[in-house]
């Protein structure tokens, strides 16, 4: 029973929250449930939406959220109310938090002071995950020496995670080993995604993760338009086919993995 049960897909990261989503939610958790994407993790960004992804988290089974404070939307760090939401019971994990220096501005010193502003805020989340033992979700976009830095100084180890990353860098793989998974998402089917696709067979499996980051980065065939669950699919059948392992392998794999990290049934 538990072995078919495992057969679906779970997006382990998707904004449901953002207004992309407000006029249709339903249908488009419809369209996913109905091919079975089965399971929605709410990474938290901006805290001006918690509110709504709770409310979203509470109104469906299959949902969970996280709070956190991407590190675009550091400012409103303090806005952010961890203590009122964190021990939901839906609650499952802290973040999306990490480095971002793909939009850094101004002059160098300017760059600088942003950095050093991006990585007191991934620190503090850092030390509040360890404070309430959930699992942490990182963002890491060109920044990923200095994001293996801060994992390592602050022992991230202790609760883990997944990264959720754009460069797909080879250095990170060594986290791995130290309980954190890698966030797979519509990247792997661009065409232009060689670096994903030579780092993916390099991943354990037991450390493979499905996403979308929905509503953006939408995978190939529909590159252009909202991103959306049901379009895990194609990751997972591109992740069949590049692994050599069958789809409904890969869709056990990493449904097993991701109810071990965020410790959901
Ligand atoms: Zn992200
Ligand atoms: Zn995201």
Request: aromatic residues 8%; glycine residues 6%.
């Amino acid at each position: 029973m538990q072995k078919e049960k495992l057969e679906m897909i779970i997006d382990t990261h998707v904004h449901l929250d953002d207004k992309r989503y407000e006029d249709d939610l339903d249908e488009v958790l419809k369209r996913a449930r109905e091919e079975g994407v089965e399971r929605f993790i709410i990474p938290g960004a901006d805290p001006a939406n918690l509110k709504r992804a709770v409310e979203i988290a509470q109104s469906n089974n299959d949902i969970y959220f996280a709070i956190g404070v991407h590190p675009y939307d550091i400012d409103a760090f303090d806005t952010l109310e961890f203590e009122k939401y964190i021990n939901h019971p839906k609650c499952v994990a802290i973040g999306e938090c990490g480095l971002d220096y793909f939009r850094l501005e101004g002059s160098d010193e300017e760059k600088e002071r942003e950095k050093k502003k991006q990585k007191e805020i991934f620190i503090a989340q850092i030390e509040i995950a360890k404070k309430y033992k959930k699992p942490l979700i990182v963002h890491i976009r060109d920044a990923s020496r200095d994001s293996k830095e801060i994992l390592e100084a602050y022992n991230a180890k202790e609760v883990g995670g997944v990264l959720h990353c754009y460069n797909a860098d080879e250095e990170l793989l060594s986290l791995a080993k130290e309980g954190f998974y890698f966030g797979i998402g519509g990247v792997l089917t661009f065409k232009n995604a060689k670096k994903l696709l030579n780092t993916l067979p390099k991943i354990p499996l037991e450390k493979l993760l499905i996403e979308t980051d929905g509503p953006y980065l939408t995978p190939t065939p529909h590159r252009g338009e909202r991103n959306e669950p049901l379009y895990t699919i194609f990751v997972a059948k591109k992740m069949s086919e590049l692994l050599e392992i069958p789809l409904e392998d890969v869709k056990k794999i990493t449904t097993q993995n991701a109810l071990t990290l965020f410790n959901i049934s």
